[in-house]
């Protein structure tokens, strides 16, 4: 199984600090505002949103319909689309249609899934992600690290050398500073924007809205500003009813960065009203389906289609903190990209992805709707392994079990093992095996041996 | 069959229902029912705690001139419900104070809720570097959930409801609170005793 290469990720010191000092902040953050004192119903709402999520998603197609007579009777439209072409489609003829010329974008990792950017600026349509360590990524040509804090591996100086380089900026030494420069560039794009697009952390049924929460303003920029909003999600993001949105909010905040609530929190129901001052003219949301309805089809997995995309699991994983978020194969990082991964994307191109975990369970410990990543995990691996075959490995377990049957010869291989387990040779089928392993160097005598001799 | 009619039917099939079939009863809604003894010292606090300046007053006479004193000289525009003219855009991006009025405030997380059928510009309170809300103290809820058990379809009558939880902040930049990124880095709020 070949698997990536982290020696550079964990040889970098400024790199694993960064990694280190931000998620055990956020967790540190999380553990505060969750606790027993300060929210004594935590673990009632968590059990209340996954049992919300588990029936919307039982029976998805009766919200979606819902949900799209609702926003049709506001005069909005609803895109459905089936992959990742169809929807950055939609946009790029939209784009075309309206002759939008400059695009304003808040996060969205839906966005980033069907890798919308690209598309549009190959059609010549300047696309600017206006999230601040979005934009600070999206200058460098980077993708996101951490779903929440994008550019956590970024230092100020990293920063200030590509807004010199790509913004002509004089070098500056704060995050202050730096927050300014990108806070004077993106004003003028967003004033000057045809079109906006934001990400859907909720769609609510019953009343045709997108919600989009965020800390900075740039989504609410981006869904104001520009004359036509265009709201993309993925066909999970639904819940049944505005009055669920307080359950989810209580635990999207406190589980990303311990906040009771982010700074804003938009709930969007179409276009602009007549009275209303100011507001998009035109109101369009994509539902993006791109894999999503083949993982539903799976009954002991589906919950996997509950996260709210807080980034607790990735804060509190031991793996995830060393090899950060540049060593997984697509957008989804941490443990919650580990399940979503081979259930996208299959499990030929890499079917290490779900045995990169110490199964530590701290992932299911703090995922805020309650998804059993473990568990889902160690399915994906015997997954794996069923479609492997008969490996080395297996025959090597068969050989072991065999042993264990027979304790007199185990007894005597044990024996003779301490004195020659160091000359194992890392040839042959072992090879494999023993380059991704370090052996312990073996004990003078077998524990047997020992016991007798005692 | 259109991309709509194969997502509905793949769902269909994933989950086992016929089209149009009646669905089982969800969970329940929860709401929370919160204290409403000292709604105005809660709201206070948490709102400070977020770094908003607060500012009670017994008039709207007073709020008036409160809202002066936080404004001082600084160039500003105030929505129609605030006494100012017409909408304008530009002003929105150009001046230094934006005054609005507010629908509710949260005591519990110190938060603002705008909804856009009071005919409040969105970019108004989110352009200028510092926002001035000005409120009744009857509109302090205990939590969302009130604002919700009153409104329990609040899209049908705003195209946005902004909840406004304490200064624009980011965190991107090593992890450093920096106020002000995209939206106000400075908030006020105003609240009238007697409204």
């Not at chain 1, 500056?172 to 697009?197: C, N, Q, V, Y």
């Not at chain 1, 009275?275 to 089809?297: C, I």
């Not at chain 2, 705003?158 to 406004?164: D, H, K, Q, W």
Request: aromatic residues 6%; charged residues 25%; contains cysteine.
């Amino acid at each position: 199984m070949k698997t990536p290469d982290v020696t550079a990720a964990l040889a970098d010191k400024k790199l694993q600090l960064a990694i280190h000092t931000a998620t055990g902040r956020m967790a540190e953050r999380r553990r505060e505002i969750v606790a027993q004192g300060v929210m004594p119903d935590y673990q009632d709402i968590r059990q209340h949103a996954h049992n919300l999520k588990k029936h919307t998603l039982e029976n998805l197609d009766y919200y979606l319909e819902q949900l799209e007579r609702n926003v049709e009777a506001r005069g909005g439209k609803v895109i459905w689309a089936k992959d990742a072409a169809e929807a950055c489609a939609f946009v790029q003829k939209l784009a075309r249609d309206k002759g939008v010329k400059v695009i304003v974008k808040s996060k969205s990792m839906t966005t980033e899934e069907i890798g919308l950017n690209e598309h549009l600026e190959n059609d010549g349509v300047e696309t600017v992600e206006t999230d601040l360590g979005e934009y600070i990524l999206q200058l460098a040509g980077e993708k996101p690290f951490h779903i929440i804090a994008p550019a956590l591996h970024k230092t100020k100086e990293d920063v200030s050398d590509i807004f010199e380089r790509h913004l002509h900026s004089q070098p500056e030494s704060t995050p202050e500073g730096l927050t300014m420069i990108a806070r004077k560039a993106l004003r003028e794009k967003f004033l000057e924007a045809g079109l906006g697009i934001t990400g859907a952390n909720f769609l609510i049924a019953d009343s045709g809205a997108v919600v989009v929460v965020e800390n900075e303003g740039n989504a609410r920029l981006s869904c104001s500003a520009p004359k036509i909003h265009v709201a993309i999600g993925g066909i999970e993001k639904l819940i049944p009813r505005a009055q669920d949105l307080g359950v989810f909010l209580r635990l999207l905040a406190r589980s990303a960065t311990g906040q009771a609530l982010s700074v804003y929190t938009s709930f969007l129901a179409g276009a602009k009203r007549p009275g209303e001052p100011d507001g998009p003219e035109e109101f369009y949301l994509v539902l993006v389906d791109n894999g999503r309805t083949k993982l539903l089809a799976d009954e002991s997995k589906r919950q996997s289609l509950y996260c709210i995309r807080c980034g607790a699991c990735l804060n509190h994983c031991p793996v995830y903190r060393k090899i950060g978020g540049y060593n997984y194969p697509w957008v989804y990082s941490g443990p919650i990209g580990k399940i979503l991964t081979p259930q996208f994307k299959g499990l030929h191109d890499d079917p290490w992805v779900p045995f990169a975990s110490s199964l530590c369970g701290a992932c299911g410990e703090v995922c805020p709707v309650k998804i059993e990543i473990p568990r889902i995990l160690l399915e994906l691996r015997a997954d794996v392994k069923k479609d492997e075959g008969a490996s080395v490995e297996r025959f090597g377990f068969q050989v072991w079990a065999w042993l264990m049957r027979h304790p007199k010869l185990f007894g005597r291989l044990g024996s003779m093992g301490t004195s020659t387990m160091n000359m194992l040779p890392a040839v042959g089928p072992l090879k494999n095996w023993l380059s991704q392993r370090d052996l312990p160097e073996s004990p003078k005598q077998s524990f047997r041996d020992w016991w007798k001799k005692r | 069959m259109t991309s709509r009619d194969e997502i509905l039917t793949a769902i269909r099939a994933a989950v086992k229902r016929q089209p149009g079939a009646p669905i089982p009863e969800p969970p329940p809604v929860l709401l929370r029912e919160g204290a409403h003894e000292t709604l105005l010292e809660q709201f206070v606090a948490a709102f400070e705690a977020l770094a908003g300046h607060a500012v009670v007053v017994t008039t709207a006479a007073e709020a008036n001139a409160a809202v002066k004193t936080i404004v001082n000289g600084r160039t500003f525009a105030a929505s129609s419900k605030m006494g100012g003219g017409e909408f304008s855009r530009d002003a929105c991006a150009t001046v230094d104070v934006g005054i609005t009025s507010a629908d509710y405030a949260l005591a519990d997380t110190g938060s603002l809720v705008l909804l856009t059928e009071s005919a409040e510009s969105r970019l108004l309170s989110l352009l200028p570097p510092c926002h001035i809300a000005v409120i009744g103290r009857s509109k302090i809820v205990p939590s969302l959930d009130d604002v919700f058990r009153t409104r329990a379809l609040p899209g049908e009558t705003s195209s946005a409801v902004t909840i406004v939880t304490g200064p624009s902040r980011t965190g991107d930049i090593e992890m450093r609170l920096v106020r002000g990124v995209h939206g106000p880095g400075e908030v006020h709020v105003v609240i009238i005793d007697e409204m």
